[in-house]
């Protein structure tokens, strides 16, 4: 199939680009048929050398059936060559299905949080007698304090044995070591 398409030359951030006639197999820059214009991005929209064309021979091409592409057919238009209307994608700008999955997740558990606390709101927790609740800790922390203390006072000894057995171990083979 034949294109119309820009081929682009120019030094780097200097662009300039060729209109050419080539088969759409080919690299954007590599072979072409036939060069029919240039178009100049670096000067000014209303200058008339920003965009040159063969009209003539375009238009033989158009008659051939090369298709222009979307910016070169958008030059044509402006001449009245070619019939130029911009592409409508409405799924352009929409979300892919990931993103609305998460978008679902996260409008639940907002859901989920906006419904648990109005059921916090509207049904408060019941409110036991204080005297009771202090009564409990002192019980539990009195019972508690015994079993802390004692537990306290043979981690010490156990510690010392731990700390005796080890040097006696080493001792035997300190000594063997000088007889070597």
């Known amino acids: 199939?034949?294109?119309?398409?820009?081929?682009?030359?120019?030094?780097?951030?200097?662009?300039?680009?060729?209109?050419?006639?080539?088969d759409s197999h080919s690299p954007r820059?590599?072979?072409?048929?036939?060069?029919?214009?240039s178009y100049n991005p670096l000067l000014k929209k209303d200058d008339p050398n920003r965009v040159v064309l063969n009209q003539e021979r375009i238009g033989e091409w158009l008659a051939k059936g090369a298709q222009p592409t979307d910016r070169v057919a958008r030059e044509l238009g402006k001449l009245g060559v070619v019939k130029w209307e911009a592409g409508n994608n409405p799924n352009k700008g929409q979300p892919g299905t990931k993103a609305k999955e998460r978008a679902e997740e996260r409008a639940q558990r907002e859901a989920d949080r906006a419904a648990a606390a109005e059921e916090a709101?509207?049904?408060?927790?019941?409110?036991?007698?204080?005297?009771?609740?202090?009564?409990a800790p002192v019980e539990a922390a009195a019972e508690e304090a015994p079993a802390v203390e004692a537990a306290?006072?043979?981690?010490?000894?156990?510690?010392?044995?731990?700390?005796?057995?080890?040097?006696?171990?080493?001792?035997?083979?300190?000594?063997?070591e000088e007889q070597a």
């Open 152 to 176: 306290a006072e043979e981690a010490p000894a156990a510690e010392a044995a731990a700390e005796e057995a080890p040097a006696a171990e080493e001792a035997p083979a300190a000594e063997g």
């Open 29 to 37: 820059d590599g072979r072409f048929i036939e060069k029919v214009g």
């Open 121 to 135: 709101k509207n049904n408060p927790p019941p409110v036991e007698e204080p005297a009771a609740e202090e009564a």
């Open 1 to 22: 199939m034949l294109k119309i398409r820009l081929a682009r030359g120019g030094a780097k951030k200097r662009p300039y680009y060729s209109i050419v006639v080539a």
